[in-house]
């Protein structure tokens, strides 16, 4: 039997009739997204049973988080995105930001890098440590991480066609210091299908570059516990165009993607997929977000 219709309130009534009567009544308002704003919301538009719809935080299937306190309890890790033009610039950089309270650290690594260029490569001639540090060798990882207990700190390693060559330069780097990839902590980004749907920065076809990652996260569910493989993100399909419908989409269809080729692999999916992580953009709408990551945490 279908639900009684609520009776409209005297308040609701009064503001019906003065907005029928505004200019703004035929002026559409929509998100970024295109989805239509209403004039006003009340109760009228939430589900019959809202509680059973959204849950609660810390339960399943977790629709407003995944701990009871959610960010009271624990702030994010927050760290500033840094990358000077070398090593040693980029090293003096990160100390200051940990003497200074920064839980972690986020390297931006420069055009070349980020393409798989060596500094000297004649593609690399004008970019180099231009928009981050220029990263070549095992030793210029070694100087930029020099002075920093790696089996302390997390990491953030912005970085995808090349992920690989990064994270062997990282656990040498930190084996050097007597440190073993078991207590290295961070994330490397490695989400090669953003790239090709996105952002554009790849070195080998889809195929190879799968294998590859696929590689990392064998390799880090057996060897480094405490590390995130690969971060799908969603972020750069956002700010290539996307609507927030289309960011969700793909960014999961990406992330069941590496799911499926690691399960492929022989892989136990508890071994691996809970340090896949996601980044998501966060635009200005602020429900049409909230109702965003509700529904990425659902799905």
Known sequence: MAAPVRAMTDAERWYRER??????????????????????????????????????????????????????????????????????????????????????????????????????????????????????????????????PLGEVSTSMTINAPAAIMLAFYVVAAERKDVPPEQLAGTIQTDILKEYIAQKEWCFPVDPAMRVVTDMIEFCSRRMPRWHPVSISGYHIREAGSTAQQELAFTLKDGFTYVERAIERGLDVDDFAPRLSFFFNAHIDFFEEIAKYRAARRI
């Open 19 to 148: 907005y029928t009567q505004s200019p703004e009544r035929d002026v559409l308002f929509s998100t970024i997204s295109g989805e239509e704003v209403e004039p006003l919301y009340t109760a009228d538009h939430l589900p019959e049973d809202p509680d059973a719809a959204i849950g609660l935080p810390g339960q399943y299937p977790y629709t407003r988080g995944v701990y009871p306190s959610m960010y009271r309890g624990r702030l994010w890790t927050m760290r500033q995105f840094a990358g000077f033009g070398t090593a040693e610039e980029t090293n003096e950089r990160f100390r200051y930001l940990l003497e200074h309270g920064q839980g972690g650290l986020s390297t931006a690594f420069d055009m070349p890098s980020l393409m798989g260029h060596d500094s000297d490569h004649v593609l690399s001639e004008g970019e180099v440590g231009r928009e981050g540090v220029a990263i070549d060798t095992i030793d210029d990882m070694e100087t930029l991480f020099g002075g920093i």
